[in-house]
């Protein structure tokens, strides 16, 4: 019973280089949810995604940013033209349902993204 | 928007002794959420415990306890009998009822155990 399965866990990009991170869910999860995480600092909100919509992406940076999560296969973050700004860690979570209730996330053990 | 703020950015414990880990929030809102996560070296996100804040009565998980103070908008974590394991960085986390799971982290405690 696998969790969050993320990939790659360390991506090293040149600046004006293209990065993706890939997450798959727990199975039978069909909300993901995308986090950053700068060092030292705590997690902050960027996008969360239903099976081929994007829910909210209010914590996404308008540029250069974008995910998807398609029907089939994993969710994708993707970073155009990256920059040394965002080296940081990439953290995917998954959860069942909206969260109504207390439902609780499943983290996987994020993407180190490094850009030299 | 909520804010969460953990004021200590390093604690020590010493093994078999309790350490208590602080956080504050601020929220207009009167139901919602409270967790508090660990992230090991690993960098793995692990709930630790959770609470509603509808409930009064405080989260108990084994050795980590909650002290919710509503009015007060404080949620610390309560680590008995600390082992090495616990050696670790401790986020707080706030989410409203209904966003989903867009969760609002603090900005961490390291905790360091000692033998």
């Known amino acids: 019973n696998a969790g969050v399965m993320q990939n790659p866990r360390h991506l090293v990009r040149r600046r004006g280089q293209e990065a993706r991170l890939r997450c798959s869910p727990v199975?039978?999860?069909?909300?993901v949810y995308w986090y950053r995480q700068l060092p030292e600092e705590g997690l902050k909100f960027m996008v969360y995604l239903q099976k081929e919509n994007i829910i909210d992406e209010s914590g996404m940076p308008k540029e250069r940013f974008s995910a998807e999560f398609p029907k089939e296969g994993p969710s994708i973050l993707r970073i155009q033209q990256v920059v040394r700004g965002d080296s940081a860690a990439y953290f995917c979570?998954?959860?069942?349902?909206?969260?109504?209730?207390?439902?609780?996330?499943?983290f996987g053990a994020g993407s180190r993204l490094t850009v030299l | 928007a909520q804010t969460v703020t953990q004021s200590q950015p390093e604690m020590s414990v010493q093994e078999a002794e309790t350490v208590t880990l602080s956080c504050t929030y601020d929220?207009?809102?009167?139901?919602?959420?409270l967790f508090w996560y660990k992230q090991p070296p690993s960098r793995q996100m692990i709930l630790v415990i959770r609470?509603?804040?509808?409930?009064?009565q405080n989260a108990t998980e084994n050795r980590f306890s909650v002290n919710f103070q509503k009015a007060a908008k404080s949620f610390s974590l309560k680590i008995s009998d600390s082992q090495l394991g616990d050696a670790a960085m401790y986020f707080c986390?706030?989410?409203?009822?209904?966003?989903?799971?867009?969760?609002?982290f603090g900005g961490g405690t390291r905790l360091m155990v000692k033998p």
């Open positions: 979570a998954s959860s069942p349902t909206a969260g109504t209730g207390a439902n609780v996330l499943t």
């Open positions: 986390a706030y989410r409203s009822v209904g966003a989903g799971n867009m969760l609002t």
């Open positions: 609470q509603e804040a509808y409930k009064q």
């Open positions: 199975k039978g999860h069909s909300h």
């Open positions: 929220t207009s809102e009167s139901d919602y959420y």
